[in-house]
């Protein structure tokens, strides 16, 4: 069975700084898709980036980019020049067969 | 031109009524989906139908029923709803059904509320 693991419950950071979020996931399959999701208050899930486990090179979309680890199965997203509208909860997914399993989610908050 | 779409937004009923929640995607995708997200906003698959047919089932209670008339729609009942139903019940749909190269579009969810 696989897991998801996100450590921090909550994160706060400043408008423009940059914030980190953790993953760490447990599988024994060798190939697989990683994703990060972004939940705002209006609950829509949108998805913001994701990492195909057979690519060494880490995914980057515009200010989001990801530090995919997979010998050590971590999977962290980090929110550079941070903007008010990213404040949101963040889920760490992983998918294996169809089947999309995510972690307890972290609520980033980002302050003026 | 919403690409899944799930009605209604939000549902308020009693314990032991019977209720269904709408689903239907407009993105050409063979895969459809039920998640669950709790009050503690974590999120779990209920099942997965591919052009129509059952490939995923979750434990899930037999109360909860999926029926999909065809593959741009998934619906979702719920029979004798009881407290610990109430959730978050969002429907997402990917091209791909192993998921592995297709991520999963997700309708606005169903805030379903059982009193």
């Known amino acids: 069975a696989q897991t998801v693991t996100q450590s921090q419950p909550e994160m706060s950071v400043q408008e423009a700084e940059t914030v980190t979020l953790s993953c760490t996931y447990d599988?024994?399959?060798?190939?697989?898709?990683l994703f990060w999701y972004k939940q705002p208050p209006s609950r829509q899930m949108i998805l913001v980036i994701r990492?195909?486990?057979?690519?060494?090179q880490n995914a980057t979309e515009n200010r989001f980019s990801v530090n995919f680890q997979k010998a050590a199965k971590s999977f962290s997203l980090k929110i550079s020049d941070s903007q008010l509208g990213d404040t949101a909860m963040y889920f760490c997914?992983?998918?294996?067969?169809?089947?999309?399993?995510f972690g307890a989610g972290t609520q980033v908050v980002v302050t003026p | 031109d919403t690409a899944v779409s799930q009605t209604p937004k939000y549902l308020v009923t009693q314990m032991g009524n019977d209720k269904s929640i709408k689903c239907e995607q407009n993105?050409?995708?063979?895969?459809m989906y039920w998640y669950k997200q709790d009050s503690k906003k974590f999120l779990k698959i209920m099942f997965s139908?591919?052009?129509?047919?059952?490939?995923i089932n979750e434990t899930v209670p037999n109360r909860f029923s999926p029926k999909s008339p065809d593959k741009a729609h998934l619906n979702l009942h719920i029979n004798s709803l009881e407290l610990g139903d109430s959730a978050v019940y969002f429907c997402?749909?990917?091209?791909?059904?192993?998921?592995?190269?297709?991520?999963?579009?997700f309708g606005n969810g169903t805030r379903l509320t059982v009193t």
């Open positions: 139908y591919n052009n129509k047919e059952l490939i």
């Open positions: 997914a992983f998918d294996s067969w169809g089947k999309l399993q």
């Open positions: 599988t024994s399959e060798n190939n697989y898709y």
């Open positions: 997402a749909s990917s091209q791909d059904p192993t998921g592995m190269n297709s991520p999963l579009h």
């Open positions: 993105l050409g995708h063979d895969t």
């Open positions: 990492q195909e486990a057979y690519k060494q």
